[in-house]
């Protein structure tokens, strides 16, 4: 039991972390689209899901710096800020108000358990009887 919920975690953390890409961050956002032209980083995307965000919402999330030099420049001739380079990932804003579908037949599992093996949660044990 121990070795497939250890192997259920692996992939599911593999597949959380996947592959990452260089932004730049500043100000509360990852700007995800590489200098061109004249234009330094552009595009920027929330490093949070805002409110009334839904599951084809996507956002930022920071995974380190860049090691070396790791200064950017935002907006057009780089007058749009400093920022940091950084490595990020783009995520789906997670599920949070569909937690009761998934938590109901899991409660109803733990029941049909419990039921199962004969243990029963609303007696109490007989104490020293």
Partial sequence: ???TIVLILFFISAFYL??????????GAIYISSPSGWYQWTNPVSET???GATTSTQYARYISNVSGPNTCYIGFWGLGGTGTLV???LLNC???DYL????LP???FAIYMLRKRNLNL??????LA
């Fill in 1 to 3: 039991m121990l070795k």
């Fill in 18 to 27: 996947r592959s990452s890409a260089q932004g730049c961050r500043y100000g």
């Fill in 49 to 51: 899901c805002g409110a």
């Fill in 87 to 89: 490595n990020y990932a």
């Fill in 94 to 96: 997670p599920i949070d």
């Fill in 100 to 103: 009761w579908v998934l938590i």
């Fill in 106 to 108: 899991l409660a109803a």
């Fill in 122 to 127: 609303f007696t109490e044990p007989a104490l």
